[in-house]
């Protein structure tokens, strides 16, 4: 292809990204390929010959577009959102037009240069707390791929903190007596950070009346049992906003507990909900204030509610020389004169691979394009639309609340009316079902309740089950959700679970009439 037919194609395509989102509205939200429908329909092996770029593009309509999930579709309602934008998308045309590896600062100074004051505008942004800013040279950001990735790097970072302040004192700490500490709510990037290691895990108990969020309790009684028999808690993987149900961890608490255990690093993974953090409205309840005096690391992904195109996790430190001592590797080849003098910021020493991409352009482009204000009514917008989607649940004969809804995120099931809905008490109830029969009987009408909405061609949701229950979660941010999808969504809910609650009530008279009969 040359400089001429990119125009025409580049053209092209723009147009068809375009027609994309102007006809995304109509398009079922979720593929319904099967598995392995994509090989029969392409060569086995590339095409001898070039081919012409209009019969590729082509092809992508015909083969890759039914294949696919439309995150930005607005009746997206599962997992959590990945709101983009056309910034976003931008931000990453320029940015893999002139492609480079910024592994470094002279590979590219720009791209060093950018990243370090976006992830400034970023953490201002939210509300984080000097330290954690580039400018103030202790602390500072860096643009990682995922928050998986965040939590590895700072679990590194926290590793090597610990190993080189007890390596004397305790020459004969094992590496194999070092523990992670999650919750059982922890996103499963704690899990992998232990298994990459190499390192034990251990997942602290929540409860149902905690809301799912961890408390200082727990966390100072499995401390004393852990150092007892000599095991080492490095690091402790701290929730806001859990991926199942929102759950805060009680970061006061933790804090507090923390303060007789300073050699235990706090990382917050609040991958999904510390977007909010834009809202000051929200920094009560994610406590922002104990994230700032508290945390060694903190995470959010601007690739989910966000509005910058996937990949964008931004991760923060308060120590950035104890991050890049962990991760500092430099063969003579990549020596460069103000690496050495450290003028400079060398981000290849703080994520795990050597070479990055440009993903500062992107957020760079969508912080002017929306500015700040842009960018909290987004975040507002979807959480009205959530407090919109709980007053129709509220009335609902049919369906109840499992647990507070937090920011845009609903968590709920399907229950015939006696069960008390979103009153405080709820969550009560439900823990008493356990001892009975009732909670299986529940579980599995929800599961038939879920298999419904999952059949359903006009919204995508995911189910959970949060301490044994099993639940539905709503979860709004798209883009283009307004409350005419929110309301649309919330009447095939509805639908779907009058109909299994019919049939529910159906089978237990059937079931009743046949004992009477015996
Ligand atoms: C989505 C999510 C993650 C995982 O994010 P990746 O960036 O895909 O690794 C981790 N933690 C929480 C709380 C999440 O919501």
Known sequence: MDVEQFRKAGYAAIDRICDYYTTLQSQPVSSSVQP????????????????????????????????LTHWQHPSFFAYFPTAASFEGILGDLYATAAPHPGFNWSCSPASTELEAIVMDWAAKLLGLAPAFHNACGTGGGALQ??????????????????????????????????VIYVTTQTHSLGLKAARVLGLQVRALEVTTEDRYALRGETLRAALEEDLAVGR?????????????????????????????????????????????????????ELYLDAINAAADSFCTNFHKWGLVNFDASTLWVRDRLTLTRA???????????????????????????????????????????????GFQAHVRAGIKLNNTFNALLANSEVLQLITPPSLALTVFRAAPKSTPNGRAGAEAEIEKEKDGNE????????????????????????????????????????ARTTEAHVRAAFEVIEEEARAVVKEDLEARETATAAVVHV
């Open 36 to 67: 392995g429908y994509l090989a029969p329909l392409l060569p086995t092996q590339p095409p001898t010959q070039g081919e012409d770029f209009s019969i590729i593009a082509a092809d992508y309509d015909k083969y890759i577009m039914p294949g």
């Open 145 to 178: 791929t995922t928050a998986s990735d965040s939590a590895l790097v700072a679990a590194v970072a926290a590793r090597e903190r610990f190993v080189s302040t007890h390596s004397e004192s305790d020459a004969q700490t094992p590496l194999n007596s070092l």
């Open 232 to 284: 080492k808690p490095f690091i402790l993987m701290a929730t806001v906003g859990t991926t199942s149900s929102g759950a805060v961890d009680n970061l006061p608490e933790i804090q507090a507990v923390l303060a007789d255990y300073p050699e235990i690093w706090l990382h917050i993974d609040a991958a999904w909900a510390g977007i909010a953090l834009c809202c000051p409205e929200t920094r009560d």
């Open 327 to 373: 991760l500092d590797i430099t063969p003579p080849f990549l020596r460069t004169a103000h690496g050495d003098s450290g003028a400079v910021i060398d981000y290849r020493n703080w994520h795990l691979a050597l070479g990055r991409r440009f993903r500062s352009l992107k957020l760079w482009f969508v912080l002017r394009g929306f500015g700040v204000q």
């Open 439 to 478: 909670l299986t009987h529940l579980n599995a009408l929800n599961a038939s309740f879920f298999a419904r909405l999952a059949r359903r061609p006009d919204l995508a949701i995911t189910q959970t089950v949060l301490n044994g229950v099993f639940c539905v979660r709503f979860a709004i941010g798209a």
